[in-house]
């Protein structure tokens, strides 16, 4: 069956650095267009950032460009997400999420057709 599986969370300060990693089972992961996504504390989820199946191209949502990079390691069944000069902003919890390319646009959550259980980010003083 198809797992994601998060991980890398945590608290951290104003201006630190977190790297958050989902690994992927179950499907082909290589085949797959990989989104990370978060949910603020009282919020509805939020697109972050996706890349394609090969890692060639890779989207943000503006808030974070500059500071998050999505990566894969398609050999490792691994998506991940340098997050750096984080902001209190940033906290909640990431989730990574799955589906095949072409299937929507991709800041539409909905869409998604795979989740993790999601890895909580605090960003606070």
């Known amino acids: 069956q198809v797992r994601l599986v998060e991980s890398g969370g945590g608290l951290v300060q104003p201006g630190g650095s977190l790297r958050l990693s989902c690994a992927a089972s179950?499907?082909?992961?290589?085949?797959?267009?990989m989104t990370w996504v978060r949910q603020a504390p009282g919020k509805g989820l939020e697109w972050v950032s996706s890349?394609?199946?090969?890692?060639?191209?890779?989207f943000y949502v503006d808030s974070v460009k500059g500071r998050f990079t999505i990566s894969r390691d398609n050999a490792k069944n691994t998506v991940y997400l340098q997050m750096n000069s984080l902001k209190p902003e940033d906290t909640g919890v990431y989730y990574c999420?799955?589906?095949?390319?072409?299937?929507?646009?991709?800041?539409?959550?909905?869409?998604?057709?795979?989740w993790g259980q999601g890895t909580q980010v605090t960003v606070s003083s």
């Open positions: 179950g499907f082909p992961f290589s085949r797959q267009y």
């Open positions: 890349i394609y199946s090969d890692g060639s191209q890779t």
């Open positions: 999420a799955a589906r095949r390319p072409g299937s929507g646009n991709r800041e539409a959550v909905s869409g998604y057709d795979y």
